[in-house]
């Protein structure tokens, strides 16, 4: 089978990637952390990248990991990618590369170019789906996740830290369609982090605090983060509150 490397962020686009790839049966070669200097980039998630490292771990794929720095530049940050990942190619090799891509032609163009530069597929089981179907199916499917951080206007800060299933992922897809927002954030609209899934092996539990950052941004400080294999545990706490 087809041998990956895949981009994880922490968020639930390329927590949903990777665990398809894994369903349609690929190899893990490697996973590929990317940090990047600049929280705003273009290509990259920057909340608490690191947290994705604990998701590894979870998947039991901490060996797997790999990490690259960027420098958050437009463009600049691509060439980057692209040299992370033509090593990760030479000393590991892959055929594939996993991503989250769901509606940046941006993103995906410069993921593409790498790849063919390189000589092997993407795979983004996401591209260009419905955003409101892609969001209830990926709760179906067992991906569970929470906001940490909003940046528009709709969003309310209550939302943060909070498992967005059933009526909150309702209540989500309904104040995209009041305010005009992209119903899976694809624009930048709320950052996401995936706490269990159904290739998690272990469940990814925090101690937190919402802060407002300005009039329509809003995001969680995170003091604390580790993993419980009990699944069942309610281990995500927010403002003193278990949340989920």
């Not at 665990?19 to 929280?39: K, M, Q």
């Not at 420098?71 to 892959?94: D, M, N, P, T, W």
């Not at 309702?170 to 009041?178: F, G, H, I």
Request: hydrophobic share 40%; charged share 30%.
């Amino acid at each position: 089978m087809p041998r990956f490397c895949a981009l994880l962020s922490g968020g639930k686009d390329s927590n949903y990637a990777l665990y398809r790839a894994l369903r349609e049966g690929y190899e893990p070669a490697c996973i590929l952390v990317v940090r990047s200097e600049r929280p705003d980039s273009w290509m990259f998630h920057t909340p608490h990248v690191d947290l994705a490292l604990l998701q590894a771990e979870a998947m039991g794929l901490r060996e797997k990991v790999v990490s690259a720095r960027v420098s958050g530049v437009k463009e600049r940050e691509v060439e980057e990618l692209y040299y992370a990942l033509r090593r990760a190619h030479e000393e590991i090799g892959f055929d594939v590369i996993v991503v989250g891509a769901l509606a940046s032609r941006y993103q995906y163009e410069r993921i593409k170019r790498i790849a063919d530069s390189l000589g092997v597929s993407v795979f983004a089981p996401a591209w260009q789906a419905d955003p409101e179907e892609y969001m209830r199916r990926i709760v179906s499917e067992g991906i569970r996740f929470i906001i940490i951080k909003i940046s528009v206007m709709g969003l309310p800060p209550r939302l943060l830290g909070v498992p967005i299933v059933g009526e909150r992922l309702e209540e989500v897809l309904s104040l995209a369609r009041k305010y005009g927002f992209h119903p899976a954030f694809e624009g930048g609209e709320a950052e996401t982090l995936v706490y269990d899934a159904p290739h998690y092996r272990a469940r990814l539990c925090l101690e937190a605090e919402r802060r407002t950052i300005a009039m329509y941004e809003h995001a969680l400080s995170i003091r604390r983060a580790w993993l419980s294999r009990d699944k069942n545990e309610k281990c995500i706490v927010v403002n003193g509150e278990i949340t989920g």
